[in-house]
């Protein structure tokens, strides 16, 4: 059964950096390499947004992340990471990857002004 389990939030003042992680379990490594794993963000009450995404060696941002956020994955370990640069207070939200149609619990992210 596919499992995602996201790890790296946390509290960080408003220029500060993060690395989120996303470990994938129970995928083979064809299809981890040729789906598309994304990145969204929820804040309270609302939908998720989307971040970022990445398949193969082609990436996808959101134009608020641009230059900020870089995305990459590790296929043998089934890791996708998201660098989160110059981290402002909008970016606050629980961020949670996606494959094949499922998502894991998330990982909260808070930044002060």
């Known amino acids: 059964q596919v499992r995602l389990v996201e790890s790296g939030g946390g509290l960080v003042q408003a220029g500060g950096s993060l690395r989120l992680s996303c470990r994938i379990t129970?995928?083979?490594?064809?299809?981890?390499?040729?789906?598309?794993i994304g990145w969204y963000r929820q804040a309270p009450g609302e939908q998720g947004d989307f971040v970022a995404s990445i398949r193969g060696r082609d990436t996808d941002y959101t134009d608020s992340v641009k230059g900020r956020f870089t995305i990459s994955k590790d296929n043998t370990r089934r890791t996708v990471s998201l660098q989160m640069d110059s981290l402002k207070p909008e970016d606050t939200g629980v961020y949670y990857c996606?494959?094949?149609?499922?998502r894991g619990p998330g990982t909260q992210v808070t930044v002060s002004s």
């Open positions: 129970g995928s083979i490594l064809s299809v981890f390499t040729s789906t598309t």
């Open positions: 996606t494959f094949q149609g499922r």
